[in-house]
Antibody
Framework: EVQLVESGGGLVQPGGSLRLSCAASGFTSSDHYMDWVRQAPGKGLEWVGRTRDKSKSYTTEYAASVKGRFTISRDDSKNSLFLQMNSLKTEDTAIYYC???????????WGQGTLVTVSS | DIQLTQSPSFLSASVGDRVTITCRASQGISSYLAWYQQKPGKAPNLLIYVASTLQSGVPSRFSGSGSGTEFTLTISSLQPEDFATYYCQQLHSYPLTFGGGTEVEIK
């Protein structure tokens, strides 16, 4: 069974950093594109970024709102995905989801999300 | 960036109604569009991809159509478990974008 489990969310002050994890099971994450998507409280979905699969050297893409502050990485030995978030702003407050993705097609499995709150 | 405009943003309907949600793209995206359903406190759930392909396990009352800039999601006979918020997403070009959502409520 395919499962994605995010962790690492919490309360952080503006300007701070946080690292989210997404543990994959039931499939080999290195064979898939993986996306991060967030949802601010009471708002819609916002795509954050993507890492391509191993055959594409895990290259990445980011939304303009996070480019230069957020970094997506992987650890194949742990079948896991990470989102390093630096210079956090109050507007980064959201539930963060990781999702297994097929390029140009769909995100077919999503984790349950982890809440990040940026506040002083 | 490609903007996706969903309409309506809110819809009140009864069980058994036929419901149609529209998603318009600010430029052509071929058929690179997906539809998701989200219930409160839950992650999005994939319904339709490449505009009209039904995801495995999704009931056949859901269907999608369109290409280019105009797309529709249709629920042929609304069921109690279908009351949720629906989002379209374009996967044609970066940055990927979502529509603003359509909340479907019980009348």
């Amino acid at each position: 069974e395919v499962q994605l489990v995010e962790s690492g969310g919490g309360l952080v002050q503006p300007g701070g950093s946080l690292r989210l994890s997404c543990a994959a099971s039931g499939f080999t994450s290195s064979d898939h594109y993986m996306d991060w998507v967030r949802q601010a409280p009471g708002k819609g979905l916002e795509w954050v970024g993507r890492t391509r699969d191993k055959s594409k050297s895990y290259t990445t893409e980011y939304a303009a709102s996070v480019k230069g502050r957020f970094t997506i990485s992987r650890d194949d030995s742990k079948n896991s995905l990470f989102l390093q978030m630096n210079s956090l702003k109050t507007e980064d407050t959201a539930i963060y989801y990781c999702a297994r993705t097929y390029t140009s097609s769909r995100s077919d499995y999503w984790g349950q999300g982890t809440l990040v709150t940026v506040s002083s | 960036d490609i903007q996706l405009t969903q309409s309506p943003s809110f819809l009140s309907a009864s069980v058994g109604d036929r419901v149609t949600i529209t998603c318009r793209a600010s430029q052509g995206i071929s058929s690179y569009l997906a539809w998701y359903q989200q219930k409160p406190g839950k992650a999005p759930n994939l319904l339709i991809y490449v505009a009209s392909t039904l995801q495995s396990g999704v009931p056949s009352r859901f269907s999608g159509s369109g290409s280019g800039t105009e797309f529709t999601l249709t629920i042929s006979s609304l069921q109690p478990e279908d009351f949720a918020t629906y989002y379209c997403q374009q996967l044609h070009s970066y940055p990927l974008t979502f529509g603003g959502g359509t909340e479907v409520e019980i009348k």
